[in-house]
Structure formats: C-alpha cells, structure tokens
C-alpha cells in the first residue's frame, strides 16, 4: 500500500498498448469521415425527393383552387381573389376546414399546426421520429386547406413534410438520434429551399430553429441538401427571384436611421401579432365542440373575411410582390394588412393546416409600406423609398416574431437579390429582435411546445467539456494501491484513513498500472483476506486518457465503460501515468467554468489608476520644490 508519487510517472503497463488502439484517433477521424459521407448521401436524396414534392404540392394547391373557385381542372396558378362566386365564397373554406378535420382525426393529428414548431418537438423531445404518414397526409391536408382559400403559403406545409421525409429515411437506415435530426433537418429546409430558391437562408433557418447546433456534422449534409432544393426551384419552378422588386439604391445615413427606428416598430407589431394568434388558439381550446370541427369554424371566418377582402385568400405570394412594387395604393395595402392578419390567425388558431411564414410576411410587408407612406407624408426629404421600406417590414416582423435573426435577413436578400438593402435590413432586424427578446418570452415557433413544457435552446455555445482539457483538472496526488498488498492490509490501511473514494487504481511493483478495484469488492463477504488485491481487481484493460484528452472525451470514455476513476497517461510516446481523474473532478472543473463566466469583476480599475496618477504627480511636484529650494 502506498501513495505513489505520480509527479514523477509511473512506468506504463505493456497492457496498454492494445488500449491504445481503441483510442486511435487516426482510426476514430476515418469513422467520423465515412458516417459523414453517408449522411450527406442520405440529404441529397431527401432533398431531391423533397424537390419533387413541393412541386406536386404547388401544383395540388392550384389545382384545388382552381376546382374550388372556378370549377375547371387546371394546375395553372389562379388567385383566389379574381373568382365571382359571390356569397359560396364563405362557404368554400369553411368546407375546406371540415375536410382537413377529418383527415386529422382519422389520420394523424400531427397535420394540424404550423409545421416549424412540430418538427421542433419532434427534435427536442421524440429523437426526430416522425411519423412516415406525414410525409403523405400533410401535403395533401395543407393543399386541400390552402386551395380552398386558407391564408396560408406552401412554405410552412413543405417543410414539415420534408421533414417528415428525412425522419423516416433515418428510421429506415441504422443511424443514431443526432444524425437522424440532421436528416431531418436537412429534408425540412430542403423543402424551404425548393419553394423560394433560398438555400443560405435555409441553411441558417436549420441552424436557427432545428439544428441548435453549428458543426461540419451538421451543416455539411443541411447545405447540400438545401443547394440540391435551389436546383429543383430553379429546375422546377423559376430561376429568377421569387419576389422580383424594383432595383433599391443605396440609402443615406438619415434614411438608415429610419429604417432602423421602424424595426422598433415592427418589433412591437411582433409582439402583439403572436399574442393575439395564441389568445385565438386559447380561445379554440375553450370551444364545447370537439377540436376536429375547428377548423371548419376557422375555414367560415375566413370565409366571411374572404368576401369582403378577397386579396386575404389563398397563398398570396402575388400580394407580396404587389407590395413590394411600391405601386399598389395605401387603401389595398391597409385593408390586406388588416384583413389577412384576421383571416390568417384565426386559421392558425383554429389547428387547420397551415403556416406562418407566408402570412409573416404579407402582413410585415404591408406594415412596412404604411410606415414608410406615413413618414414619406410628414417627412417627404427623409430619402424613403416605399419599396425599400416594404421589404423591411417583411423582414423585420418575421425576425421579431420567429427571433430567426439571420434568416430574415438572408432571405429577404436571396429573394429580391436586392444587395443594396443590407444595411437597413441588419438594422430594422436588429432592432425588432431587441423588441421582440426583451418584451416576449418565447416566440411565434416555440410557445406551443414551450407551453407543453418543452424547452428550446437559446444560445450554440460549444460543449464547456470540449474547451477543458484533462490537464487542466489532472489530480496527480491520488492514491494508488499496489498489487502486492493483501485485501486484510488495505481494508486496515482505509479504516484508519477514512478514505471515501469508491475506486482505486491499482499499480505493480514497477509501478505499472494494472486496472483498478471497487471498495464493494473489498468488502465482500466471500473474499479471502489473505488474498492480494489483483485477484479481484475489475477493469484490467479497462479505458486510459491522456492528458491532452478533452474532458468531453473522459466523460466518453467514462459512460462507456461506466467508470468513475480513469488513470492519466502523460501526452509523451513513454505513456507513463501521471495523475488519476474522476467523475467528481470533471463536476467540479464544470461547476469552476460556469462561475468563472458568471462572476461579475473589474479587471481594470479607472479609480486605482487616477490614484497611481496622482501619487506620481505629487513625487514630481516634491522634486521640483526640492530643486526650487536648491
């Protein structure tokens, strides 16, 4: 028995040798290299099926719109607004919702929703499994709801089906949960990317809302995924951009300051806007009906606004451009503001299928446009343009309703390629973010899981474990058992010491080591005491670190094997061991971490330093008396 001077190493263990290997990190790269590989694989498939998809929806939405409001079989798009079916407008949505109803109730209730915050779920709390129906169910459900006039745009139902899509792939193939979340991902912005021909926009809507997470793991298969959307868009659909704006000039410093006063603005409208979609939803839950006739009263709501604002029906994706334009006159803008918002939350409330990115939009959009006329009317030098001020309400409501910071901004730019409006993009975002964090607690895709008691990630710093390293927190003045003794000895030996370890490493007469001991196993009964300590020691080839090892990578080690004491081998080709580390150092060195950001300090002091100045400033002063004097 003795305590061995670990600062000075311990000869290793010729055991060790074979250990080593299971480490390689050589061997683990390549691993990590090929799974890699795979799962971009898998993306690519799902995005060009996904790709495939959202054409059909598209088409399925026209089609149900055409049959709907002007009784003939057409995939050509046809708004909703331009029908003169008089009073059976208000009766055609309302059938929609009934429809969607049942589908929900007899297929899978997972259909209703906004899209984004179920596929968050699924992340959060069901390892990304989906069920495969919905890749089915809800394109079907969302083009029945939408093609009847449901305020809604394809954005939000693709990519829940994408995802969808990409969950099932990865229920299909021997993958783990994180991989399965990143097929996943990749499937619902893939989506995304198909409709809009967005792909950086997408790709940070995965990092902002799904991923939580930024790694090559992560983003490699999510951009490929979303450029093989971009190629079915411009494939499938158009090539040039999908809200196309007259070309915007670089603004002043004024007219930037003002940009950015109305993404204070728009931030508050963002506030208000989610309140009031989940107080409808509030109120559908206290409706003495069964929820699957919700929609049906949501789809007569919309309806009913529908005949007295027709631009509030169907996708809208022309309004958004109508907007944009700067050519529509104030009275249109204000009435589709107003009326879509009413017909879109309803809808939302009422659990039809729908989304929210679309609608987000349109109303941001409009909102801007009325902003911006007001100041052109009271301030017509201010260097407003009505377009510019548009698009910054369009993207700055969606910042501060979904917080998707980066997003917002990149889309709004990939979808006009409108280059000159970065500045007062980043500023009006800016602003309504700052609104919308300190005013709303959760945001337009995470109050409906956050009041299920689900709770989303909001910060991507990296695994704390990951920055330490074992040297950092290494304990080389451990105790160390040798083979030699005999159980009677050591269990005399800790009596008298009162250790409270539950593991020891054990050493030879070399000093190599040669596993460790559980203090149980000391104690048990069947033991023979005269016996040595080796012939019940566990773990004889059991997991070494090293010191340059992360604490990430101890943990690892220590879950696998379910270890709580690991022997430390010096960084150097000898491989001696140099300390021991436990479960207990990596909480502390956690816990050390954590209150180490946390505390509030001043590393510079201005009031010591005007003191130091002083002082200096009197010895100066004494000399030159003395001098004087002299």
């Given at each position: ?13 010729p055991l060790l040798t ?366 407003i343009t009505l377009p ?116 020891f490493i054990l050493v ?123």
């Amino acid at each position: 028995m003795k305590k061995s001077d670990l600062k000075n190493g311990i000869p290793i263990s010729p055991l060790l040798t074979q250990l080593d290997n299971d480490t390689d990190p050589v061997n683990k790269s390549t691993f990590f290299k090929a799974r890699l590989l795979r799962i971009c694989i898998y993306a690519v498939a799902v995005a060009a099926f996904i790709s495939l998809i959202a054409k059909v929806l598209v088409s399925l939405i026209n089609l149900v719109t055409n049959i709907a409001f002007y009784g003939n079989l057409s995939l050509a798009f046809h708004s909703p607004a331009a029908s003169h079916l008089g009073l059976w407008v208000i009766v055609i949505p309302a059938i929609g919702g009934i429809i969607v109803g049942f589908m929900a109730l007899y297929g899978s209730k997972a259909i209703r929703g906004h899209g984004i915050p179920e596929a968050m779920e699924q992340i959060l709390v069901n390892e990304s499994n989906i069920k495969p129906s919905i890749t089915f169910l809800k394109p079907i459900s969302s083009a029945i709801a939408i093609g009847t006039g449901g305020p809604f745009g394809a954005e939000g139902p693709i990519i829940a089906t994408g995802g969808a899509l990409g969950s099932t792939l990865g229920q299909l193939f021997k993958v783990t949960a994180n991989e399965r979340k990143i097929i996943l991902a990749a499937g619902a912005t893939a989506g995304m990317s198909a409709i809009f021909g967005t792909p950086i926009a997408a790709i940070f809507l995965a990092i902002e809302l799904l991923l939580f997470e930024f790694s090559p793991k992560s983003i490699l298969p999510v951009a490929l995924a979303c450029i093989t959307g971009a190629a079915g868009h411009h494939l499938l659909f158009e090539s040039g951009p999908v809200f196309p704006m007259p070309d915007l000039a670089t603004p002043s410093n004024l007219a930037l300051g003002i940009y950015s006063f109305m993404g204070i603005i728009l931030g508050l409208l963002s506030v208000g806007i989610t309140k009031i979609v989940y107080a409808i939803e509030d109120a559908f839950e206290k409706l003495p009906i069964h929820w699957m006739w919700w929609p049906a009263i949501g789809g007569l709501a919309v309806g009913i606004i529908g005949y007295f604002a027709p631009h509030s029906l169907g996708v809208g994706y022309d309004n958004i451009t109508g907007i944009l334009s700067g050519s529509w006159p104030l009275q249109l803008i204000v009435t589709l503001c107003l009326f879509k918002f009413l017909s879109w939350a309803i809808a939302l409330g009422s659990g039809t299928s729908g989304g929210t990115l679309a609608p987000l939009l349109t109303i941001g959009g409009a909102s801007g446009a009325i902003i911006g006329s007001l100041i052109i009317q009271f301030f017509p030098d201010a260097g407003i343009t009505l377009p510019m001020a548009a698009l910054i309400g369009m993207s700055a409501m969606f910042a501060g309703a979904s917080r998707a910071f980066i997003t917002s901004i990149v889309f709004a730019l990939e979808a006009t390629l409108q280059s000159h409006a970065l500045l007062p993009l980043l500023g009006a975002c800016t602003a309504a973010y700052i609104v919308s964090f300190f005013l709303m607690e959760n945001t337009i895709m995470t109050e409906k899981i956050a009041r299920r008691g689900v709770s989303t990630p909001d910060s991507f710093e990296p695994d704390i474990l990951q920055k330490m390293f074992v040297s950092d927190v290494i304990n080389d003045g451990a105790i160390v058992l040798n083979t030699n003794n005999t159980i009677k000895e050591i269990k005399t030996w800790l009596s008298k010491n009162k250790l409270t370890d539950n593991y020891f490493i054990l050493v030879d007469n070399a000093n190599n080591y040669s596993g460790t001991v559980k203090i149980t196993d000391l104690y048990h009964a069947n033991n023979d005491e005269s016996t040595n300590v080796s012939d019940i020691a566990v773990n004889e080839t059991g997991p070494v670190i090293k010191s340059t090892d992360t604490l990430h990578h101890a943990v690892q080690s220590m879950s696998k094997t379910n270890a709580e004491i690991l022997p430390i081998l010096s960084a150097s080709t000898d491989g001696k061991v140099i300390g021991v580390l436990t479960y207990k150092d990596i909480i502390g060195a956690y816990q050390t971490n954590i209150d180490k950001n946390q505390n509030l300090h001043v590393k510079i002091s201005l009031k010591r330093r005007r003191m130091k100045m002083v002082i200096r400033g009197k010895k100066f002063a004494d000399l030159n008396n003395k001098g004087d004097k002299v």
